[in-house]
């Protein structure tokens, strides 16, 4: 029984490699062979094997030893000042004006899309440097991707998750990362996370299964959503953690471990998402969005 379920993983394996391979010749039609090469070669390798930064030689130290183990650390939190200035930026940048967050929420809910468009944090270089600093996070991300930050890029988000009451809508049929999943974002990476609202039990708690970025079985490394009965019945070691906090409260993840955003049943989510990744793949893979850490480092002293 066990060997006809391997080689059913097996099977799937071939297709996710057919699959991708066929996605990279769209961009390769496109001339980005580069590209081409680089989303076959990352998005196979990071799921089957695993986050590049598991494979980094550099020394580790007692500074990354939880987020190595168990893909979750809590970080300091971001000071009022600064969730409020997001707050401030993020609704700034929406076409429409908004007096606060509450009018932002009601406003959009009746649409009945889950997630709201995002809105990229780096464009303003103080307010990034500001996290970055009270985060504190540069040293994790650099020696957990055992890399230095001229080699790192970063993406840098906000969005938000309304609690509907209609019928749910899709935005081009995606479904807005809210069922199980492990992110496969370039070779080396990791993201952090910061509410930008008190975040309670139904209000789109993050969701992680702890340890679940090592020792998976084949068929749970497919790049695919997973049901919570799948996980909790497959993986070696289920434990879901959900996360909730007040505003300010950060964490950094390996995001190859299991997560998921959650549908909110009891009120809004406004949350910030920080990505790092390796200039080495990421560069070729996006287009968009991804800066070079470097550009922030001018008043951060670490
Ligand atoms: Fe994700």
Avoid at 131 to 160: C, H, Q, Y
Avoid at 219 to 244: A, D, G, M, V
Wanted: charged share 30%; net charge positive.
């Amino acid at each position: 029984m066990i060997k006809v379920l391997k080689k059913i993983a097996f099977l799937y394996v071939i297709k996710q490699l057919i699959v991708t391979f066929i996605e990279s010749l769209q961009y390769a039609k496109k001339g980005g062979l580069r590209k081409a090469y680089h989303w076959f070669f990352v998005r196979n390798c990071v799921s089957i094997f695993g986050n590049g930064a598991r494979y980094s030689s550099k020394k580790i130290s007692n500074l990354t030893l939880q987020i190595r183990d168990d893909g979750f650390m809590e970080l300091n939190k971001l000071s009022e000042k600064t969730v409020k200035n997001l707050v401030d930026y993020f609704l700034a940048s929406q076409q429409q004006k908004y007096d606060d967050l509450k009018s932002f929420f009601d406003k959009h809910r009746v649409e009945n899309y889950v997630r709201s468009e995002e809105v990229d944090v780096c464009l303003n270089n103080e307010l990034c440097n500001s996290i970055l600093k009270e985060l504190n996070i540069l040293p994790v991300v650099s020696e957990f991707l055992g890399l230095s930050e001229k080699e790192i890029s970063i993406f840098a988000k906000i969005d938000a998750l309304f609690k509907i009451n209609g019928e749910r809508n899709l935005r081009h049929g995606y479904d807005d990362a809210l069922e199980f999943h492990r992110d496969i974002d370039s070779y080396r990476f990791v993201k952090a996370f910061s509410y930008l609202v008190d975040i309670e039990k139904g209000s789109g708690e993050h969701e992680v299964c702890i340890r679940s970025h090592k020792s998976l079985p084949l068929k749970l490394r497919l790049i695919k959503r997973y049901k919570y009965s799948t996980l909790k019945e497959n993986l070696p070691h289920f434990e879901l953690k959900s996360i909730f906090g007040k505003a300010g409260y950060s964490w950094i993840e390996d995001t190859t471990s299991f997560h998921r955003g959650t549908i909110p049943k009891m009120g809004d989510r406004l949350m910030l998402s920080l990505s790092f990744n390796d200039k080495k793949t990421a560069d070729f893979m996006y287009d968009a969005g991804y800066y070079p850490l470097s550009k922030f480092k001018s008043n951060i002293s670490i």
